[in-house]
């Protein structure tokens, strides 16, 4: 599986859109960018995935690079819940395994 | 749907002893898995099965058996507990294995070794 790289910390303000970076410059063409996120040591949440092309749903939108190296997930209006830790992962078309890396801790700032 | 449910959700081991970590689903779903994470780390992965019947290591299943009899249910078992076993464990299951199928997680199992 590729590995993935994001960006230890972040902050957004409360209201705005967080927009989280990830690197996976090493995908092949049958992984899937998955994003979950965890909240304090609650089990990890689905957020959204996508294998090519951009995805929305009610959480938040994924935006894809034509070239798949690298990946954006956007929070379009953040709030102080959405402060936790976003994982950004890699995941094969025949996928027994998922890889987590450290993530990118967020903090939604009032 | 209660989805992931994985108990007990705190305990405490001595060295030596043994246990079993439980874990069942209620969605029919064929892949199930175990992560441990660490303090200040991501998840890694200790076993994980593609059906009833079928197991497979990961990146870390030294010190952890697995069995899978049925669909619903992926027990856990610490044969020997160590202190470097004290870790958070997160049960996770999806539809099918193929790479298009979220994982769903249970809450974890918080377990210290003395």
């Known amino acids: 599986d590729a590995k993935t790289t994001q960006p230890p910390s972040m902050d957004c303000a409360e209201g705005r859109a967080a927009n989280l970076p990830c690197n996976h410059s090493?995908?092949?063409?049958?992984?899937?960018v998955y994003w979950y996120r965890q909240i304090h040591s609650q089990g990890p949440q689905y957020i959204i995935h996508?294998?090519?092309n951009n995805e929305t749903n009610e959480m938040a939108s994924l935006i894809i690079t034509e070239d798949r190296k690298s990946s954006t997930l956007i929070l379009p209006h953040a709030t102080l819940r959405d402060t936790a830790v976003y994982y950004c992962?890699?995941?094969?078309?025949?996928?027994?395994?998922?890889?987590f890396g450290t993530g990118t801790s967020l903090t939604v700032i009032p | 749907n209660a989805g992931v449910t994985q108990t007990p959700k705190f305990q405490v081991l001595k060295t030596g002893q043994s246990m079993t970590l439980q874990c069942a689903q209620d969605?029919?779903?064929?892949?199930m898995s175990w992560y441990r994470q660490d303090p200040g780390m991501g998840l890694r992965l200790i076993h994980y099965?593609?059906?009833?019947?079928?197991?497979d290591q990961g990146e870390v299943p030294n010190g952890y058996n697995v069995s899978r009899s049925t669909t619903e249910d992926f027990p856990l078992r610490l044969l020997s507990a160590a202190p470097s076993q004290t870790s958070v464990y997160f049960c996770a299951s999806s539809y099918d294995f193929v790479g298009n199928s979220p994982l769903h997680f249970g809450n974890g199992t918080r377990l210290t070794v003395t």
């Open positions: 099965s593609v059906g009833a019947g079928i197991t």
């Open positions: 969605m029919n779903h064929e892949y």
């Open positions: 090493t995908i092949s063409g049958n992984e899937y």
């Open positions: 996508g294998l090519k």
């Open positions: 992962i890699v995941r094969e078309r025949t996928g027994n395994q998922f890889y």
